[in-house]
């Protein structure tokens, strides 16, 4: 039997209300506002002139019927801010554009917690976190008071970067494949994002004995949320968090 919970389970919305509207959307993140999530999730990908962009793929492919051949890091972002990022999901999204992670900040500021899934298809470690520590610091100093930001990445040459870069900012490993636990370790992380198979009831207690917080990524199905419950989870980043929201007493 699981030990009694102290705190409800968090629902981090993964790229916001991402089932229902188009992803990292400025729509989308406000849907999962007005579900009650905890965290709000969204990548981040560079321009070619620098600029973090809330963005999960290296290119547009995915996610618009034109620039189809182009790469994120091809383009400066005076172009990029005119491309229409919703269609491809129904044309009713078609005003939505490509937000900077300086407007996702500022749009979306108050105490609902952010985290941050720092890509690294296209530039190199510090270049990339180097940017992106520019805009959480800006951030921090104009608005000293919001909700908590996490950063993560599947990279653990990024984290190392960050640790570096911004020494007091929260750090958040995502982990995909058993091995990476190790190469997460050294890290002064309080919490760790677990691709959900390997949120085995042992590996979470392990993660817990060490002060660590444990979320599963990406949870869509009531069953799977249910047996990671029982295993001790304390968050689930999900792509539903409306379904999700039963789960969490």
Not at 166 to 180: A, G, R, T
């Amino acid at each position: 039997m699981p030990s009694e919970r102290k705190k409800p389970i968090k629902i981090i919305a993964h790229r916001g209300n991402s089932a229902h509207a188009p992803e990292n959307s400025k729509i989308a993140f406000s849907q999962a506002l007005n579900l009650g999530v905890d965290f709000l999730e969204c990548d981040v990908q560079l321009s070619k002139d620098g600029v973090p962009l809330v963005m999960h793929d290296g290119c547009f492919t995915r996610i618009t019927r034109k620039m189809s051949l182009h790469k994120v890091d091809a383009i400066d972002y005076q172009e990029i801010q005119h491309i229409d990022s919703g269609t491809w999901f129904d044309d009713k999204y078609s005003s939505e554009k490509i937000l900077t992670l300086r407007q996702f900040f500022e749009k979306f500021r108050n105490n609902t917690g952010l985290m941050i899934d720092v890509k690294d298809e296209t530039v190199k470690e510090q270049h990339l976190a180097s940017h992106v520590a520019e805009v959480i610091n800006d951030f921090n100093h104009d608005h000293p008071h919001h909700g908590p930001i996490l950063v993560g990445s599947l990279n653990p040459k990024v984290l190392f970067c960050f640790e570096n870069t911004l020494p007091k900012q929260q750090l958040i490993p995502i982990v995909k494949y058993n091995h990476h636990f190790a190469d997460f370790s050294r890290l002064p992380a309080r919490y760790y994002a677990v691709f959900y198979p390997l949120a085995t009831k042992r590996r979470i207690a392990e993660l817990h004995e060490r002060g660590i917080e444990v979320w599963a990524w990406v949870v869509d199905d009531k069953k799977i949320a249910r047996k990671l419950i029982a295993n001790g989870i304390d968050g689930l980043i999900t792509n539903m968090p409306k379904k999700m929201m039963s789960c969490r007493n």
